[in-house]
């Protein structure tokens, strides 16, 4: 059993940055795949990025690629998204997810076991 916990959400104006964290709570932190994931008003839930258990390896849908970064401290038990270059159509609640022994590259919401409650993000043009 996973606990996630988000925070670092807020207002930004366009072009600015945002660091978000997920904090996770339970045992075997470094067996579970983190992602990334985000609803804007209207519209369904979308992947944004994800980092593998097993070397950290990362995926980053195109809209964000180049603009955000994940990372992972497994000492610390936390998940970043750094989110760069923000624009009004990155606007939605954050959510973090985590699934145990995930691989590379998924990006199906439902194929994550564990979510936090989100962080809403607000980017203003």
């Known amino acids: 059993q996973v606990q996630l916990i988000e925070s670092g959400g807020g207002l930004v104006q366009a072009g600015g940055s945002l660091r978000l964290s997920c904090a996770a709570s339970?045992?075997?932190?470094?067996?579970?795949?983190m992602g990334w994931f985000r609803q804007a008003p209207g519209k369904e839930r979308e992947f944004v990025a994800t980092i593998s258990w097993n070397r950290g390896r990362t995926y980053y849908a195109d809209s964000v690629k180049g603009r955000f970064t994940i990372s992972r401290d497994n000492a610390k038990n936390t998940v970043d998204l750094q989110m760069n270059s923000l624009k009004p159509e990155d606007t939605a609640i954050y959510s973090c997810?985590?699934?145990?022994?995930?691989?590379?590259?998924?990006?199906?919401?439902?194929?994550?076991?564990?979510w936090g409650q989100g962080t809403q993000v607000t980017v203003s043009s």
């Open positions: 339970g045992r075997d932190f470094v067996t579970y795949s």
């Open positions: 997810a985590a699934a145990r022994y995930l691989g590379t590259m998924v990006v199906a919401p439902t194929s994550y076991n564990y």
